[in-house]
């Protein structure tokens, strides 16, 4: 079974544009989480998406968008791009059925913007 | 914001020692998880231990959670040079969806 798979893996912006970031979950999962890593903040919660629909949201600013298609692919939007979103964001999917609540996670976009 | 601290935040050690590494959390959960971290590179999951349970093994991997403390341990044994990586706890509270919270991660070195 392929994995979570993320494209791109590396983006170079500028301040003020936008950006999407692209996430295709393990075949099967339905449920598919995103993740914004930096040095100072850590490993923080965006978003969950089940089946088209948002049931989870972190405490982000609504620049950070996203969203789900029926096939369960996942994509992220940042608008108006600010230095600090500079980050490593990790998508991860999960199955509906398994026995543990286990996040596979995709080898992640490094955003740099500049 | 993060939901607990990992301890310590770095260690060093040598091939075929132990490694320990502690978790905080504050809140109620569901179930508590480690995962590691190569390289800024996608995390790898490693247990899940839920709140009901005490203590886990996978390998040589032990986990132990305390709910009345609100943390929890990783202990990794005979430890490899490959094993060098960051590791971070996750916890999951107690509320819809599956939002894992985690700490700031614990940076181990083993040099053989």
């Known amino acids: 079974k392929a994995g979570v798979t993320q494209t791109p893996r590396y983006l170079i912006k500028t301040r003020g544009q936008q950006v999407t970031l692209s996430c295709s979950p393990i075949s099967g999962h339905r449920s598919v989480s995103w993740y914004q890593q930096t040095p100072g903040q850590g490993l923080q919660f965006l978003f969950e998406?089940?089946?088209?629909?948002?049931?989870n949201k972190g405490n982000f600013p609504g620049r950070f968008s996203g969203r789900q298609f029926s096939n369960s692919r996942s994509e992220m939007n940042v608008s108006t791009l600010e230095l600090g979103d500079s980050a490593l964001y990790l998508c991860a999917s999960k199955g509906d059925r398994v026995r543990y609540n286990e996040q596979f996670f995709g080898p992640g976009t490094r955003l740099t913007v500049l | 914001s993060q939901q607990g601290e990992e301890d310590p935040q770095a260690l060093s050690i040598q091939e075929g020692e132990n490694a320990t590494m502690n978790c905080s959390y504050k809140?109620?959960?569901?179930?508590l998880q480690w995962y590691r971290q190569n390289s800024g590179r996608g995390l790898v999951h490693l247990i899940l231990i839920r709140s009901n349970e005490r203590e886990k093994h996978s390998g040589r991997l032990r986990v132990t959670l305390d709910t009345s403390k609100k943390s929890s341990s990783l202990l990794i044994t005979a430890s490899r040079a490959a094993d060098t990586a960051s590791y971070f706890c996750a916890t999951e509270q107690n509320q819809a969806g599956t939002a894992l919270i985690f700490g700031k991660g614990t940076t181990l070195s083993v040099s053989s």
């Open positions: 809140t109620s959960i569901n179930n």
């Open positions: 998406y089940f089946s088209e629909t948002q049931r």
